[in-house]
């Protein structure tokens, strides 16, 4: 059974530092392409990064230079660094696999506001 567990969320001022953490159990998370999510109030979930097995990242235009993407295979967890953080970078986020999901975890709340 796939569990996803995100954490590191919260209240930041515009151009300040995040770094989100996911803990996956129930996935081969050596072979599988790992990917963060958002959605943000009234919005579709949309994809922000994501991390092929071999290390290759690949990130939507609107985080491109800003946020990185990273997984450690020992210990099943992936993490988004995110920086000079914008208020329309305000959402939940997610992580999951990629292209298919699994069951979406509860997520962990970005909020940018002075």
């Known amino acids: 059974q796939v569990q996803l567990v995100e954490s590191g969320g919260g209240l930041v001022q515009p151009g300040g530092s995040l770094t989100l953490s996911c803990a996956a159990s129930g996935i081969r998370f050596s072979v599988k392409t790992m990917a963060w999510y958002r959605q943000a109030p009234g919005k579709q979930r949309e994809l922000v990064a994501r991390i092929i097995s071999g290390g290759i990242t690949i990130y939507a235009d609107s985080v491109k230079g800003r946020f990185a993407i990273s997984k450690n295979n020992a210990r099943n967890t992936v993490y988004l660094q995110m920086h000079s953080l914008k208020p329309e970078d305000t959402a939940v986020y997610y992580c999951?696999?990629?292209?298919?999901?699994?069951?979406w975890g509860q997520g962990t709340q970005v909020t940018v506001s002075s």
């Open positions: 999951n696999e990629y292209p298919s999901v699994s069951s």
